[in-house]
């Protein structure tokens, strides 16, 4: 090689490798830039985190707030009626105190701030008057205004911050306050979600600079005023002005470097004198170490990338030169190959020859250039016929008109249509015959002209398996309408098109009356061809534009389209439509020499482009469709928004009966019944549902419900062995032993078979003294088969039972066997006792009534007495025995023991009034 030679191969040398350093000089700039990006994203992350961590923080700190606000107001709302402070009070706050997990304490202090009463009875009797809790509200009393105090020690020796609200009489004059202390062990326990890590610390502070709780706990930093320390994370904070802050900076608390995130606790709705701020901060090394190892990594993969380039770059260069040897070698090569191409041809030709599909290729003219014998067969033509031809030849008649147009076209712009796409076309055979087939061009270059080459198949028989799959898929195999999911099809494109244009369309849901009668008596094949005329009326009847839809079993549905922009408009048109169908259905059928009449019953919705989906309007429809059966088939009805409602809740309430009844929320209270001579003889037990979130449920409600369901038995047999376990609790205290205690049955649980074998083994399992244990029975019970009904009621009176027959007079008792029930007693119905000083035919009534049971020998007892006058009434006229709110309200277990051991004292008080 020539010197200039040999300078030349080393100048080409040596510029790869400038170009290389100067590659990696670039490399390197923008990895440190990327890490830069990084470390900035990485913050902000970290801040987004700690931001959302704060936030949570901060709901729940507001909702500890909104309900101690709550708590405060029904305090406020109850103190103006306890008539003993103390006592009422104490079990008031205990319960609210207990409620609320972040609350310590519950007090309510007088006007010179003595503690009246207070969730820790060892509080009461306090002065309080010095603590800022009350002498802030004393100063500047403010209605529904909360009070938040700095930090402090309590006389529990607990650190705590109260919330307190001013308290008023009747006149607007400062009355007092009630004080709710927090309970610092709940908000360090909050504090504890918010430590995902040994390097973050979580505070939760007043606004005048006192801790309130700290992670981890500093007794130090506890006791000393952030505001007093300058440049600390709260002051900054509260010189912001905004109600979250996000700062990187030197943290008093840590003594390093850290990303806080702090916010003002200020819950909707809620006054407050102060605020309270919550913050959460993390060091910053511990926030950027998974970006010191990024950092880490990149540079090895940097240096690592850097060698590898080089050994490349030095690889590189040494096969270039292998390749200039071969590239000799190749010309040597090419001269094999076109021997080889030649072979390959003539074994391509041959595959051709003998393919089942068929190729066609045509020139740019359109001209067919060759033909395989497939394709022959499938146009019946010879090859010889077809050569030179123009492919048009092969095409319907209004494809062949645009084929040249098209080819000139593509030629022209290069916009293909259908080259490299398979797809569907038609075909026409020598004879004219069109048929379908499938398409597939592609195109190739031949000595620098196009060349087209189509593959063609004959897909008559998979067409024809198609059509057979789509009348399976989308008909009804037995009336042949379209089935369910053809009529959702239709109906999300009638909805899609309501939205463009704003018309007005209509759902029809047709259900056949009694048809299952039909199908009882006659048979399902009977039952099949009267589904088949139905479907020939209903097509007949309609518009070619509406669809009609077999839905299942004998219900139909009806898709009415276009019925104008006004929906009166198209509510006359549905209504006009549903009545026709009314008329057309209602024409008796001749079935198989049988002349049958049905009638049909008939849903309808009208929507329009703010309509639901599809699911939501058939549900209308559906739901309308049993309005009219309700109302007496036959006829229409229109889709009504308020029963629906009302049919969904009651859909819920039973499906939270069902959980009550498995998870046992149910609760007996007890109403005391006292005779005559104020003596307490028992109580009746009633039952109440406090339902997590719908409150105490109505028995009027949830009763019927139950009787609707079927699951009043099993609250039946729940209430049966509750009363026998109070009982034998009552009889171990002297105030309560020897009452009785009387147990509403509903009459479905009475007449439910093995009733008798239940009682049987209840009292025998229990032990309770039958003496004491009364039923009372409505006369609803006693309505169907009287003779078992006594015979029932025989057996359990053997077995110790009293019977008392509740509501008396207002159900349909005969007095022809009233004297043969093995009654004790009779209890006169609440509506005559309410209307007995106003009315006098309620006083006939009840006197009638009482008459009656002294007649047969049966105690007399009257509910709802509300009255001292009631009561003397009931008493002039011979009543032995009283049940309602004048003697005491329903209560639970406890309140009711409580009440028999106080009764003298509050008997003689009750009545000497």
Known sequence: MSPPDHDSSAHRRSRPWLWLL??????????????????????????EKLAALVQTLDAIVGQQMIAIQGALQTVEAQRPGWRQPQQQGEAMLRTLARALP???????????????????????????????????PRRRPQPGLLYVSPPFRSLLDERTVTLSRALFDAEHHFAGIVVAALNPAYF???????????????????????????????????SRNLLATPGSILEHHLASGQPASLQLMPAKLSQDLRLVAARTVQPAGLQADRQLIVAVGRSLPSVEGPWQRQRLSVGLVGVALSLFAAVALTLWQRRQRLIERLRRQQLRSERQAAAQLKAQAQHTQAILDHMVDGVITIDARGRIDSINPAACRMFGYAAAELLNQDVSLLMPQGDAARHDQYVSDYLRSGAARIIGVGRDVDGRRKDGQIFPMSLAVSRIDREGEPLFIGLTRDITERKRAEAAIEQLAFYDPLTGLPN??????????????????????????IDLDNFKSLNDTMGHGMGDRMLQAVAQRLRAALRSEDTVARWGGDEFVVLLQDLGQERQRAHLHAEAAAEKLLRVLGQPYLIDQHNHHSTPSIGIVVWNDASGGSEELLKHADHAMYEAKSAGRNRLAFFDPISQAAMAELISLEADLRQAVNYQQFELYYQAQVSADGRLLGAEALLRWPHPSRGFVSPAQFIPL??????????????????????????????????????????HQFRQKGFLSLMQQLLARTGVPTELLKLELTESALVDDVESVIGLMGELRRLGLRFSLDDFGTGY????????????????????????????????????????????????????????????????????????????????????????????TRAADKLGQ
């Open 484 to 509: 369910r999911r053809l009529l959702l099809d239709r109906l999300n494109q009638a909805l899609a098109s309501s939205r463009r244009n704003g018309r007005h369309g209509a759902l029809l849901f």
């Open 813 to 904: 008792s005969s007095l022809a066997y009233l004297k043969r029930l093995p009654l004790d007693q009779l209890k006169i119905d609440q509506s005559f006792v309410r209307d007995l000083v106003s009315e006098p035919n309620a006083r006939a009534i009840a006197h009638a009534v009482i008459q009656l049971g002294e007649s047969l020998g049966l105690a007399v007892i009257a509910e709802g007495v509300e009255t001292a006058e009631q009561r003397e009434l009931l008493i002039g006229l011979g009543c032995h025995a009283f049940q309602g709110y004048f003697h005491a309200r329903p209560m639970p277990a406890a309140a009711f023991a409580e009440l028999a051991r106080q009764w003298p």
């Open 188 to 222: 360090s326990l909050m504090l504890e979600t918010a430590q995902p890590s040994a390097q973050t610390w979580s505070a939760l502070a007043h606004q005048d600079g006192m801790l309130f709780a700290l992670l981890p706990h500093d007794a130090d930093w506890m």
């Open 706 to 747: 139950a009787e609707q369901t079927g699951t009043i038995n099993q609250i039946g047999e729940w209430v049966l062995q509750q009363a026998c376990a109070q009982l034998n609790a009552w009889a171990h205290e002297p105030a309560t032993a020897g009452l009785s205690l009387a147990v509403n049955l509903s009459a």
């Open 102 to 136: 972040g609350v310590r304490a519950l007090l309510v202090l007088d006007t010179q701030g003595q503690v009246l009463a207070s969730s820790e009875p060892r509080l009461v009797g306090l002065d309080m008057s010095e603590r800022p809790y009350y002498t802030t």
């Open 22 to 47: 100067l590659a990696l000089a670039v490399g390197w700039a923008a990895a440190w830039t990327w890490l830069s990006s990084e470390r900035e994203a990485l913050r902000r992350h970290e801040g």
